[in-house]
């Protein structure tokens, strides 16, 4: 089995390949779309509702999930338009320390690695670890796990032209959410570019 390296250093990290795939995603639905805003999310006031994104940009939701009793770690992210429709979506689960802060950074680097390498250039980054934003917006650098995945996070930004890291509550991340809570469940690592025949919007 592969190991999954970060930046060419070895951390330890494997992806799970495992057979069979029925996931359970019922909170999709409580991801609820409201009217268009012309003004993006600030990372400081934490938005209760998920919002389209203005015309132009994309929206990506990211969290991660800790699965003790598997000893894995779990990731969710999905892309929507101004739209609102799904235009791309991804879980998966990782073998890697049982830490939350790093399984939502992992999911993260996850996310931005899909959009640089399909060339989307307006994105806003929408996440309920709040750990993690801190840790995009900071200047220095933790030399652990979760800061060589944050930095890596951070070059992936750089090579993004509009980029928008906020802070939201998990209200405003459900799809993100149940992504990421079904990625137990899961076989390989799934990408979807099109709405799943089991998402129910």
């Known amino acids: 089995m592969a190991i999954k390296s ?13 057979h069979g795939f029925n996931p359970l995603l019922s909170k999709w639905q409580s991801a ?25 940009w ?25 739209d609102g429709q799904m235009l791309a979506a991804s879980n998966g689960l990782l073998a890697g320390p049982l830490d939350a802060g790093l399984a939502e950074a992992l999911s993260f680097r996850e996310a931005l690695s899909w959009l640089k390498a399909h060339s ?4 806003i980054m929408e996440t309920d670890a709040l750990k993690v934003v801190q840790a995009l917006k900071s200047q220095a650098s933790d030399p652990n796990y979760f800061g060589l995945i ?13 980029c928008n890291v906020c802070y939201v509550r998990m209200s405003a991340n459900n799809a993100a959410h149940s992504l990421a809570r079904a990625s137990c469940s899961v076989s390989d690592v799934h990408v979807w570019g099109s709405v799943p025949p089991f998402f129910s919007l």
């Open 150 to 162: 944050i930095d890596e996070c951070k070059v992936f930004l750089k090579d993004i032209t509009d």
């Open 6 to 18: 970060i930046s060419g250093l070895n951390l330890g990290f494997q992806m799970i390949h495992t």
């Open 58 to 82: 994309v929206k990506c939701n990211v969290d991660g999930a800790v699965f003790s009793h598997l000893n894995r770690l779990g990731f969710g992210w999905v892309i929507r338009d101004v």
């Open 120 to 123: 989307f250039s307006k994105a």
């Open 32 to 56: 609820q779309v409201i009217s268009i805003s012309d003004d993006l999310p600030s990372a400081d006031n934490g938005l209760v509702r998920w919002k389209r994104p203005r015309f132009g």
